[in-house]
C-alpha cells in the first residue's frame, strides 16, 4: 500500500501539491486576501521583482539546460534549438530598428504567455490522473481540455479589446516604444462574448468536475481538482469578477492590483516548472543534487536574459533604453523561445517523458552523458557570467526601489542623482529617472538643473513627459514661451492626447497674446483629462479671453 501511495506522487504530497498543484498559490491568495495592504507594505511591488527573477530565471535556464547540455538533445529538439533560434535571433535585431515589427513580436508574447501557462497546468493535471491510473471518459477528457481553452480566450478578450478589461497582467510590461497592439474588439461585440465564454467557462469546468468524481474517489483527484482551481484563479475568474464588479474587496481579484497578483502567479509558474524539471533530471540522471540544478538553471537564466540587454543597451550597439523598449523586447524573444521549445520537450505522449513523468515504476535511466573539457568550460564560462548577470539584474531593482522611488518619496534629488548614475554604469539607463529628476528641480525653481535632466532623459528616448517638463522649464521659469511652446508641440507629436502638454500649450498660447489657439488646446486638454481643475481655470481664462471686446493684454499664467 505504502509502495501504491508513492506512485501518486513525484516528490510526495506536499511539495507535490504546493509546487506542482499551485496550493502555494492558494495560500498567497488568502494572504493577499486578508492582509494585502500589509504584504504590499512590506514587500513592493518595485520589489518583488527579487523574487519574481529567483524562480522565473532558474525556469528560463532548466528549459536551456535540458535542450543544449547534451549533443543527443540538441539534434532531437533541432528545430526550437538551432533554426527558431537563429529566426528569433534575426527578428529580435531587425525589431531594435523597427516599431511595427518590434511591436508584433510584444504581442506575440503577451498573446502566446497565457496559452503557456494554462497548457502546463493542463498537463500537470492530466498527468497525475495517469500517473495513478485512473482512466477518464473521452467526454470528461474533451470538458477537462474545454475548461482550460475558454479560460484562455477570457483573457484574450481581456487582452484584445477595444478598451483593457483591467489591465490584466502580463501586458501591464512598460516600454514607450514598443506595445502591444490589441485586437481593437469593439466594447459591445467584446462585452457579449465573455458573456458567453465566461458561462461556458463555468459549465465546461462544472462538467468536467461531475465527470472526473465519477471516475475516482475525491482523494485520488486531488491534484487534478487543484489544478482546474489553481487555472481558474489565475485566468478565468480574475477576468469575469474584473468585468462584472463582482466581489471587487477581494484584493488578488481587483483590478487596482492586478499587475501585483500576476506576479505571485508568475512565481507559482515558475516553481511549478522547476518542481517537475528537477523530478526529471533526477529521474533521467539520477543526480539528487536539487541545488546544483538551481544554481546552474538560476545562473544560465540570468546570462540569456541579461547578457543580450547589455549588449544592445544605448551606448554599445543598441539604441533603445531598457525602460523604453529593451527590456520588453527581451522578454519577448526569450519567452518566446523558451515557449516553443518547451511545446518540444514536454509531451507526455513522447515515450521517454512519458517513461519518466508517468511510470514511475521505470526507474533511473543513468543517461548522465559525459562532456569534453571545452564543453564544460563553456558552459562554466557561461555560468560565471550568469552569476554576474544576476548580480546586476537584482542590483538595477534594488537601486530603482531604493536609490529612485524612496528616495523620490522624500525628495533627496542627490540619491535619485546618484541612483541614475549606478544604474547608467549598469547598462540600464534610462528616460524616466532623469524626467524625475528633471520634475524634482522644477519643484525647487532649479531651471539649470531641470532643464539638463529633461534633456538628458530626451537624448536616451524622447517621451511625452520630458517635453512638456522642457518647455515648462523653458516658458514658467525662463519666460521663453515661444520655445516652451516648440517643446509642447514636440511633446503632442509623440501622443496627441497627453493632457499636460495640451494644458501647458494652451498656457503658452495665452502668455503669446493667442487666446484663440489656447482655447482650442484648452478643450482638448478637457477631453482628454476631465474634472482636471487647473485646466478648468486656464480654459475659462481662454474663453473670457477670446469673448467680444475682452482686453487682448497678457496676464500672468493659472
Sequence with gaps: MAKERSRDWLFGPAPDLLLGCGGGYLLVFGLLALQGATIRAWLPLALIPLLVNSLLLPHYGATLIRVYENRSDRRAYAFGAVWMTLLLAGVFVASLYSVVLGSLLVTV??????????????????????RRGIAISGAADRLLRLSFHLGLWLVWLALHGETSLGNYAPDAVRGDALRLLPLGIPAGPRDAAVVVVGIAYLCATAGALALLLRSAPWRRLIPTLLMLLTQGLWFGIPVLVRHFGWFSSIEPLSIEHATYTFMWIAMGHGAQYLWVSAYFFNSRDGDRRYGRFFFRSLA???????????AFAPGLIGSIPFE??????????????HFIIDGEIWKLRSKPIAKILVQPDSGSSGAQTGHSSFHRFGWGILTAAGIVAYAITMTETVEREVGVERALSRGDIERVEQAATRLAWLGFDGPEVHTKIGSMAVDRNDARRAARAFERSLELWPTPAAWTGLGYVRGRLRGDWSSALAAFRAALDLDARYAEALFHSGVAYLELGLPERALEQLQAAERASPGSEKIRRAAARARAATAPGAPTSRGPPP
Design 324 to 337: 523604453a523598449g529593451l527590456g520588453l523586447l527581451v522578454a519577448s524573444v526569450v519567452n518566446i523561445h
Design 109 to 130: 508574447y503577451l498573446t502566446w504567455s497565457p496559452w503557456h501557462y494554462s497548457w502546463q497546468n493542463y498537463g500537470i493535471a492530466v498527468l497525475f490522473l495517469r
Design 300 to 310: 544560465i537564466g540570468a546570462a540569456a536574459w541579461t547578457l543580450p540587454a547589455l
